[in-house]
């Protein structure tokens, strides 16, 4: 029989963090936040990363300061990565965090304003701060960790700097990699796919880096266990074909690659940059060109340029670039010369939020230009759609001769998340530029009566010569200002919407098909729409959504689908008026860009919903959006 003594040294063995069981849960969501500099990005993509390695669905966010180099120890200047991963697949980033590491009590306080962090959800803060020489920092972290004890917050004081230093000369190059040991530590991820993560990031190193980083690494799981009672298993299930991880600016790069187009011309903007980036490491090697202009019409006329010769070109820039495009846009529109325009979405107006994400350009894509400018505007909604509508744009726009801008956002540029290898396929690339002797009887722009489609001249077949020209124009591309040839390009222009609208299929309904709510969405919120969906329609709420790929033209049917339903609401990650406001009347409001067009065409009574906060739509509020339209609070 035990002695007293005997029984507490069994019962504080049984305490002991590293021999706790591990909660099973069936998903997190995490964050990591640091001043600029600090690797916390690193740190959440790494982390990412590896969870997918180990067959957990993944979804990771970037957080990212508005100025290239903030303040150290600012609310505004926050830096870092917020990772979902779950059992089963990830479309979204979720909801509040459930766990948060803060490298200072200021980028903690951003996260807690922004109201991303889960009432009592656990915290982990860097503790060095509480000993600063500095007696108004360390009585700042003072109050903050106090106050967020008072508020329910499980917090935990982490010596990082104290530990790291043990290691590495300068913590602030070793800290993400200890804190990514803390966090495999905490979710029991497997030391070998670590390790292996550590190895590759560093790969281009010396050994000696990477033996550095990996003893940080295992140092952060050691503390981890041997200190914090927190330990959780989110289980995995390897995938069955082969898997790739990226994001969406690297998937629309290799969507690039993979549809054939060999010209991209671009200048740098934010969040679409690093899609030039990865172009500019890999095009080359296939005998393919990025060109970096001096400016955004430039880069445009430039891309047009390339196309006239034969080849279809793409362009990729954000928001404030498509504005500067507009008018080249329109010479490729006129002349009738296949583009793609890849926009990848960012808060604005102006300058506005660079580095955060809204859906504020869809009706710019449509109606930006001066005079009627038909051109094809399709949104991706998923990083696995990023890289299969580029193909899809290439296609188009060369069976049309029509301009496609792909709208993609910020909140996907930067998510990582794992898909399918695809498996390349002849189909996708363009056929061989013809050079073969145009008819001697045809002409530049013999309109299709049925299509409005004319077969394109390619510079230097025989018999094709013409002048090329951005006035109105003739079959002949003769300058031309009678009223009816003027009409008649007009038309035909447009009709060539009017013929890829007979080949698109109405997307698939996620719910019945009627009921008591419609939602209409399109672009990145896709998951956090279904998401929502599959909440309500839990809760017994009769409430479907359909989600948009094509944007003009848009897809038969979709009027019919609406009279199923007894409302309709779009959702939107742009900005609409709320009726809550007292001067907002139903005759003045001003709707999100999708229920504008939609009450245009269909002529029925779409309300709608979402925000212009510069961050993700969250499923939880769409879901209390719909229970507040339908009263269901």
Known sequence: MATKAGQAVIEAQAETPAQRPAVVLSEQIIEIVSDSGEGAQRCGQSFGAIAARSGNGIWTVEII??????????????????????????????????????????????????????????????????????????????????????????????????????????????????????????????????????????GKKDQKIIDANIELLNAGRAWAEANLDLRFIVPAKRATEPQVVMNGNSALALGVVASGMEVCAMYPITPATSTSHYLSNIFEKVGCVVHQAEDEIAACAFAIGASYAGKCSVTVTSGPGLSLKQEA????????????????????????????????????????????????????????????????????????????????????????????????????????????????????????????????????????????????????????????????????????????????????LCGDDSGDMLLLGWGSTLGAIEEAVTILR???????????????????????????????????????????DPLITPENRRYSHLALLLRSRYLVDIDCWGNARGQPLKPTAIAAAVRARLGKE
């Open 65 to 202: 300061p508005a100025e290239i180099q903030p303040p150290h120890r600012s609310v505004a200047g926050a830096s870092g990565n917020r990772v979902r991963f779950a059992s089963g697949p990830v479309t979204n980033g979720g909801n509040e965090a459930d766990l948060v590491v803060a490298f200072n009590e200021q980028v903690l306080l951003s996260r807690l304003h922004a109201g991303e962090i889960k009432p009592g959800g656990i915290i982990l803060i860097e503790s060095k701060w509480k000993t600063d020489r500095n007696p108004d920092i360390a009585a700042s972290y003072t109050k903050v960790v106090a106050d967020i004890r008072a508020q329910g917050f499980r917090v935990y004081e982490v010596p990082l700097e104290v530990e790291c230093l043990k290691l590495v000369p300068d913590p602030r190059k070793g800290k993400n990699m200890f804190v990514l040991g803390i966090l495999c530590g905490i979710y029991s991820l497997d030391e070998s796919l670590a390790r292996a993560q550590v190895a590759l990031i560093f």
């Open 329 to 508: 846009l329109g010479l490729a529109v006129m002349a009738e010369i296949p583009l793609v325009v890849i926009n990848v979405q960012r808060g604005g107006p102006s300058t506005g939020l660079p580095t955060k994400v809204e859906q504020g350009d869809l009706m710019a894509s449509i109606y930006g230009g001066h005079g009627d400018a038909p051109k094809v505007v399709m949104a991706v909604s998923t990083i696995e759609d990023c890289f299969y509508s580029v193909i899809t744009a290439r296609k188009i726009a060369e069976t049309f001769n029509m301009v496609v801008i792909v709208l993609s956002d910020a909140s996907l540029a930067t998510a990582q998340q794992p898909f399918t290898r695809p498996e390349f396929r002849e189909d996708w690339l363009a056929p061989p530029v013809n050079q073969s002797a145009v008819p001697e009887d045809a002409r530049p722009y013999d309109w299709d009566a049925r299509t409005g489609i004319a077969t394109r001249f390619i510079p230097g077949q025989p018999n094709g010569m013409h002048c090329l020209t951005g006035l109105a124009h003739d079959r002949d591309s003769h300058v031309a200002y009678d009223p009816e040839i003027n009409e008649e390009g007009l038309l035909n222009r447009s009709r060539k919407l009017a013929a890829l609208q007979t080949t698109l299929r109405l997307p698939p």
């Open 538 to 580: 839990a809760e017994g709420l009769a409430v479907s959504s359909l989600h948009l790929k094509f944007l003009q033209p848009m897809a038969s049917g979709i009027g019919d689908v609406m009279k199923r339903f007894k409302h309709v609401m779009t959702i939107e990650n742009n900005w609409n008026d709320p009726l809550s």
